[in-house]
């Protein structure tokens, strides 16, 4: 064996360590968000009339956690960034825990046995495909957002349940399309950045990803509690 076919080697078994790597820690970070799923059951009601400042407050740290997490990756330990994503992917399952008491458990796991099959089938294709998704990525976000603001608008304005049907529908393809696209994004630029540390913020996009999904999921087929 040459020289060249060597490194070929090293190099696939490092790609390989890398993803087994990411998928650890999305798996973790599912769990953590599990658990603070079961948590926020408890949590929130004793915040009592101050419910829904709690609720902007978890919402808002969420927000910070993620930003702060993907800021100065490579400068800072590992240990910090698996800290922050640890308690990132807590407070995740907490906000989870408000959207996840509309539903039956049957609901709920039903949604995530479909999310998991559907988002494993799509990791695979971003990871495999040779369609390059990268022209792709400002028309999925660009079609996001324009889902967000119709509907904000359609909640406050019109409340008309059929555009919030088919926003759900819509937001649904996206996020399958985010997903693929940020598989192939990981796979295209972790010889750039090997680190833990990427590991841990690749594991954080796809977790967004999931989560995602699985509200989209809950929302289209998912059985409520109160029916």
Avoid: W
């Avoid at 993907?70 to 698996?82: A, F, H, N, P, Y």
């Avoid at 988002?119 to 695979?124: D, K, N, T, V």
């Avoid at 999925?140 to 555009?163: P, Y």
């Amino acid at each position: 064996m040459n020289d060249y076919q060597q490194f070929q080697e090293v190099r696939q078994l490092s790609r390989q360590d890398f993803f087994s790597r990411v998928m650890g820690y999305l798996a973790a970070g599912l769990g953590l968000s599990a658990a603070g799923a079961m948590a926020g059951n408890f949590i929130l009601p004793l915040f009592g009339q101050a419910y829904m400042i709690a609720m902007l407050f978890f919402m808002a740290a969420e927000l910070v956690l993620a930003f702060v997490i993907g800021k100065d990756l490579e400068s800072r330990s590992t240990d910090s960034v698996r800290t922050l994503f640890i308690v990132y992917s807590f407070i995740n399952g907490i906000t989870l825990s408000v959207i996840l008491s509309i539903y039956t458990a049957a609901s709920i796991l039903m949604a995530f046995i479909t999310t998991a099959v559907v988002f494993s089938s799509l990791c695979i294709i971003g990871k495999t495909t040779k369609v390059d998704l990268t022209r792709f990525g400002a028309f999925f976000m660009t079609g996001l957002i324009c889902c967000i603001i119709l509907t904000l608008v359609n909640m406050l304005l019109f409340h008309a349940s059929g555009l919030d049907i088919a926003l759900c529908y819509i937001e649904t393809l996206l996020f399958m399309g985010i997903t693929a696209y940020d598989m192939q994004m990981i796979d295209r630029y972790y010889s750039q950045s090997e680190s833990e540390n990427f590991a841990i913020f690749a594991a954080l996009q796809l977790e967004l990803d999931f989560i995602n999904l699985l509200i989209r999921v809950l929302q289209i087929f998912g059985v409520r509690s109160d029916d």
